[in-house]
């Protein structure tokens, strides 16, 4: 599906992640499965990037954004260092091999004073996790079709984690739900519809508030201390 945020830099197609309906490189000279989707998800040309100290005022969201950041990377176990916040233009949100988060200036003004559009979108991309490409070893290149398939299928999983990250920090689901079903333009190659991940997301933060619920009524004392890896292996 497309979804376009205007910038003053240009017109960009991004729901939570870059537009990737072309491959970037052509199949036959992929080595591997995990190169191809790796170079599909995060090899695409990155937005421009922008000075902080320029943009005192999204300087201070993103810092506050940053703390959800440091959270829902503890929530999932993985070392805080595999993930940071970059102020970007011409974007919304979109993660590198590096773990480099950049999030769109006018996105992040936008939705300042609606702080769960802004947690769901990085944590979408963290639950992206592109330290674990690895696991994608198949040497066999994929066609267009094929790619965009296992795309839509790590899409879907990153809007899984995006829901169950939203539970345990105590945020609704609904304005990320919301936000996406606005920007819906049309079909997508690698993204299901705009309601498919609006089921997908409710279904993560269902699942997971059950968890933080137990976890209250058996372990009281345990919800006082800071919950590492309670996500779990995702």
């Not at 995990?34 to 005192?56: A, I, M």
């Not at 979108?121 to 267009?144: D, F, S, T, V």
């Amino acid at each position: 599906m497309g979804y376009k945020i205007q910038s003053g830099m240009s017109t960009v197609l991004n729901p939570f992640g870059p537009d990737w309906s072309t491959a970037p490189r052509d199949v036959s000279e992929a080595t591997s499965v995990g190169e191809q989707v790796e170079d599909s998800l995060f090899g695409k040309k990155k937005p421009p990037l922008l000075d902080e100290d320029e943009f005192p005022d999204a300087a201070k969201v993103l810092a506050q954004l940053d703390k959800y950041r440091r959270k829902i990377v503890n929530l999932i176990g993985d070392p805080e260092t595999d993930y940071f916040l970059q102020l970007a233009d011409g974007t919304i949100a979109m993660i590198d091999t590096h773990g480099m988060i950049m999030v769109g200036i006018k996105f992040l003004m936008k939705f300042k004073d609606n702080m769960p559009v802004l947690v769901g979108a990085i944590a979408h991309e963290i639950g992206h996790r592109p330290k674990r490409w690895a696991e994608y070893k198949q040497q066999k290149p994929l066609n267009i079709a094929e790619l965009q398939k296992l795309c839509r299928y790590e899409e879907t999983r990153a809007d899984l984690f995006a829901g169950r990250a939203l539970a345990e920090l105590g945020m609704s689901c609904e304005p990320m739900i919301q936000f996406l079903k606005d920007l819906e333009e049309g079909p997508h190659p690698e993204y299901f519809p705009a309601k498919m991940r609006a089921d997908v997301i409710r279904e993560g933060f269902r699942e997971q508030t059950g968890k933080v619920k137990t976890r209250q009524k058996l372990w009281p004392e345990l919800e006082k201390i800071a919950p590492k890896g309670h996500i779990g292996d995702f």
